[in-house]
């Protein structure tokens, strides 16, 4: 059976991309920080005639996250998709607060590149061989749309943003002509019910079908949703 491997997974995208795979004849592994979060999930797809596993890891923890997803590769005999979506949540990135542009310190920016972008490469890094050597697989990043077009009140979490799709857009033609796709969704809507009123909403379930024609389709390097 093939497998799908998703760093951040959580019930909005996390649940939805699981559901879109596993109804497809995928395993699913599941990677974040709160292991009866993850257990839930398990036990919601199980329920749904999908195999899922939880492997819990930080992706801030870099050495805890590489043995997550090679404890997946041994559970599931590899990882075909890798799919990128950590959410701040309860964590330490959660109490980081939000600055303009104008008002942004180095520091400000800094833990934000650590929780995206670093934590893709970590990720990129431990499943990326088995991959070069299968001559196939597919990695996705989800993104926000901020980092295609910057809103000034996110002036510290955008250029993390950017720089995350920036090194995903150069991985992708890297990687071209070797069998492995590397894409990067970027999501302009605030998903579910909740948000600022100001901001557009969409739902879980109408945006996973992306990540499935990214990894089939194969000839684009991006999609934005915006609703």
Not at 32 to 37: C, D, P, Q, T, V
Not at 85 to 103: V, Y
Not at 157 to 177: F, I, S, T
Not at 199 to 218: N, V
């Given at each position: 059976?093939?497998?799908?491997?998703?760093?951040?997974?959580?019930?909005?995208m996390?649940?939805?991309?699981?559901?879109?795979f596993?109804s497809r004849g995928y395993?699913?592994?599941?990677?974040?920080?709160?292991?009866?979060?993850?257990?839930?999930?398990?036990?919601r797809?199980a329920?749904?005639?999908?195999?899922?596993?939880?492997?819990?890891?930080?992706?801030?923890?870099?050495?805890?996250?590489?043995?997550?997803?090679?404890?997946?590769?041994t559970?599931?005999?590899?990882?075909?998709?890798?799919?990128?979506?950590?959410?701040?949540?309860?964590?330490?990135i959660?109490?980081?607060?939000l600055?303009?542009?104008?008002?942004?310190?180095?520091?400000?920016?800094?833990?934000?590149i650590?929780?995206l972008?670093?934590?893709?490469i970590?990720?990129t890094?431990?499943?990326?061989?088995?991959?070069?050597?299968?001559?196939?697989?597919?990695?996705?990043?989800?993104?926000?749309?901020?980092?295609?077009?910057?809103?000034?009140?996110?002036?510290?979490?955008?250029?993390?943003?950017a720089?995350?799709r920036?090194?995903v857009?150069?991985?992708?033609k890297?990687?071209?002509?070797?069998?492995?796709?590397?894409?990067h969704?970027?999501?302009?809507?605030?998903?579910g019910?909740g948000?600022?009123p100001?901001?557009?909403?969409?739902?879980?379930?109408?945006?996973?079908?992306?990540?499935?024609?990214?990894?089939?389709?194969?000839?684009e390097?991006?999609?934005?949703?915006?609703?």
């Amino acid at each position: 059976m093939p497998s799908i491997a998703i760093v951040g997974a959580g019930p909005g995208m996390g649940l939805a991309i699981a559901r879109t795979f596993g109804s497809r004849g995928y395993d699913v592994a599941l990677i974040a920080r709160n292991r009866a979060k993850l257990d839930d999930l398990v036990g919601r797809l199980a329920a749904e005639g999908i195999t899922a596993a939880a492997f819990p890891a930080d992706v801030l923890d870099h050495d805890a996250l590489t043995q997550a997803l090679k404890d997946a590769a041994t559970r599931f005999g590899g990882i075909d998709v890798l799919e990128h979506s950590p959410s701040p949540g309860n964590g330490s990135i959660s109490s980081m607060a939000l600055t303009s542009p104008s008002q942004t310190s180095p520091s400000d920016v800094q833990g934000w590149i650590d929780f995206l972008l670093h934590s893709a490469i970590i990720a990129t890094q431990a499943v990326l061989p088995a991959m070069r050597e299968a001559g196939a697989g597919t990695l996705l990043f989800t993104n926000g749309a901020g980092s295609v077009d910057p809103t000034p009140m996110l002036g510290n979490v955008n250029p993390a943003q950017a720089a995350l799709r920036n090194w995903v857009l150069n991985l992708h033609k890297e990687l071209a002509g070797t069998g492995i796709q590397a894409a990067h969704v970027a999501i302009g809507v605030w998903i579910g019910a909740g948000g600022p009123p100001e901001i557009p909403t969409g739902e879980a379930e109408d945006i996973a079908p992306l990540y499935w024609d990214l990894h089939t389709q194969r000839d684009e390097v991006e999609r934005v949703f915006t609703g």
